[in-house]
């Protein structure tokens, strides 16, 4: 248990987390690793803070994410990044996308749109990569790509995986009317 | 073969390879997942039914017939299926029968955490309950075997980190048992009280019976640990964060049998440690049960009675070393969930709040109607209570209260047991304004056809239940049907019928913005030159709408072109694609 590998991807409702957590899921599972993923189902998290847990390794227990056990956040947004530093290991990585996405609290003016989140992420110490995923994915052909260029992203952190693998992966986890979007948009991610 | 699967399809899985032929659901986060991965089997009849009690005898009648049965339903859901639990009991089964409850603690979709295990024990039934997805698939297949040998349903229970959770499963082959052709029986299935009062020894012997297996069960099992001075049991995901805490540092009993519980085993596993410690999630039922037994344990005095647990909790608890993340930065503003852009809901709940109506609500996405800046609903309880508790209102606060008072409640929720309610505003005269909110779907629980519909659970044509002339039918004189686009003509209407001297209806019609079939207008745009930043568009709290530089600003990539926001601009500075 002590060989496992946390992965929290974080995002805001409707932004595509589940067929990112999938595809880490069955990549890691084809490596012959044990593997849990904790989603998050139902309509009504539209819109709101969400969170999905990835862990791998030779024997995986919990199916959570504790505080101090992520080795990476994968973040579709920033403040939802910054939400999750606690759960952060201190040598923990951030991959995020660049996008800000104001919360209701900040849309009806109750808050402010917190200022220079990367930043701050990073006076803390953090390895934090930044991307403009929607950009990639726009570039790819549609801006629901945006989880798949981030994945790409985050692809590169694991040596043992080779590219092939990972796009095999996809070609499972995706419909084949989006395949080749979805494969774009991963070069692109792994690329950047 | 070797797959990874979400624990609700685990269990469908389970369902298939047991030869299950029919089964009945109603909808429910987080159960929804077990029936609708279940339809995509050709070999298994699959339906959504109107409520969970339709469900559970809809179930128990193919049973009866000789076919293996399921139906699923989140813990609430079993509140509303108790009736028929209580006396499928007595009865007992023909072809095996599985009810999945499936129980929410932390509530992360649930207006309560009740825990299920009282339901197993209060009825006398059965329960399961798997830890992982590779259990629930195993489990679903013993539990036929149980509901056939014990003559009795089985309950299977979920909870949302197990629902929710994929984790590796071996599947295998669908293997149908022979039918069990159906027999009349009067003795056995008519619960009058004559045939109850010979039943209920049956189940009381049935109790005895299954306690004996759950002594023998390999459901039950202990796993060794290196250090005896504690000794743990548990069940289901807690299982899970004790291991992932402790390891095998302390033994462990496992409970996947959770009624009827064991007794000499969990004396015997009691006898091998210095002392027992209970560890589940909600009530303390294990502990409850050792303590009667004789054992002593310790349970809700290290754990909490609340919300769910996770290896941390765990480990703090047995005295074991906490981890530090990362520092948090402070002061971050909270994320709720919204109603989507282009929600119907939203219009609606505008005109309503704008009104200073008092709203009893429902269940369902437009629960959110009552969070700010619409903050329009005033009550929430249970399926269906909105109809009835505005009948009650009214009746005790007489014109002083239906003159500013109505009910919201959606379509599929009216179907499940809004009918009811509405039947007594019918039928004892309250003048009531009733609104059902018809988005077309069962919203919240991912989209799921209902009676009103048109469709069935494979989106296939189906019987479809006119909410217009049902009203009509039930004796109502006034029933309008308005588009919650409209804000001048919804608040029209809601006025008059608000003003009428006898019970009303109003249908608010208009599909759910994010069902495929629903075609989007292109996202406004904001004239920055006619924005006087007066904020009247932040009213309706929609997510497409932000202020930058202290002006409106559409998010084209939520927009859905819906148009209220400009209905509430004085300026016209909300324009569409050709500029209007």
Redesign the interface.
Known sequence: MNNTTNVMIVGVGGQGSLLASKLLGHVVMAKGYDVKVSEVHGMSQRGGSVVTYVRFGDKVYSPVIDKGEADYIISFEVLEAARYLPFLKKDGRIIVNSQEIDPMPVITGAADYPERLLDKMTELGIEVSAMDALALANEAGSPKAANIALMGRFSKFFDDITEDEWLKSIEACVPPKFLELNKKAFYLGRNS | M?E?M?GNKAFARGLYEAGAEVVSSYPG??S??VTEEAAKFPEIYCEWAPNEKVAMETAFGASLAGKRSFCGMKHVGLNVAADPLFTISYTGVNAGMIICVADDPAM??SQNEQDSRHYAIASKVPMLEPA?SSESLEFTKLAYELSEQYDTPVIIKMCT??A?????VNTGERVVPPAKPYEKNIAKYVMMPGNAIKRHPIVEQRTLDLTEYAEKTPLNRIEEGKDNSIGIITSS?CY??T??AL?DKYPVLKLGMVNPLPVEKIKSFARTVGKVVVIEELDPVIENHCKAIGIEVKGKELFSIMGEF???VVAKALGEP????????D??????????AGCPHRGLFYTLSKNKLNVLGDIG?Y??GA???LSAVDMTLCMGASISSLHGFNKALGSEGEKNTVCVIGDSTFMHSGMTGLANVAYNQSNSTVIILDNSIT?????QQNPTTGFDIHGDPAGKIDLEALCHAMGFNRVAVVDPYDLAETERVIKEELATDEPSVIISRRPCA?LKYVKHKPSLHVDTDKCKSC?AC?KI???A???KNNKAHVDN?LCVGCGVCQQLCKFDALLDKEGK
């Open positions: 070797k990874i979400l986060t987080p929804t997942e992360h979709s992982d980190r197990i929710h959770s994929q984790s590796i995901t899970q964060y291991k992932e390891g996770s290896q941390s906490e981890k530090e993340g990362c520092t948090a930065i002061k971050l503003p909270v994320r709720p969930p919204v109603m989507c996405c629960t959110l969070v700010a800046p919203g919240m629980t991912g989209h994010l904020r932040m709290g929609c997510p709408i932000s202020f990539t």
